[in-house]
Nanobody
Framework: QVQLVESGGGLVQAGGSLRLSCAAS????????MGWYRQAPGKQRELVAS???????NYADSVKGRFTISRDNAKNTVYLQMNSLKPEDTAVYLC???????????????WGQGTQVTVSS
């Protein structure tokens, strides 16, 4: 049974920080690419940050320099450190896993339930 469980969301004032965690079980965590997505009401879901199985990272332009994604394979956990938060960062943040084969095709992927991040002005 696969589970991705997010935690660490909450209410914070603009300029503040939060650290999100996503604990995975039921997958071989170390060989999966991991990502954080977010979805705000009335907005399209967007990829915020990703980290591959070989530890390469990618960020949306809107969060570069403010957010940092990392992973701890020993703990089967991926993190998103969010600094200098802005009201426009308000969204449900969702954790995603993706196992990709040698020709770049998605073999299997899973989603967490999400954690709410609210940034007040």
């Amino acid at each position: 049974q696969v589970q991705l469980v997010e935690s660490g969301g909450g209410l914070v004032q603009a300029g503040g920080s939060l650290r999100l965690s996503c604990a995975a079980s039921g997958i071989d965590f170390s060989i999966n690419d991991m990502g954080w997505y977010r979805q705000a009401p009335g907005k399209q879901r967007e990829l915020v940050a990703s980290i591959t199985r070989d530890h390469r990272t990618n960020y949306a332009d809107s969060v570069k320099g403010r957010f940092t994604i990392s992973r701890d394979n020993a703990k089967n956990t991926v993190y998103l450190q969010m600094n200098s938060l802005k009201p426009e960062d308000t969204a449900v943040y969702l954790c995603n896993s993706a196992f990709v084969n040698l020709v770049g095709r998605l073999v299997n992927g899973y989603w967490g339930q999400g954690t709410q991040v609210t940034v007040s002005s």
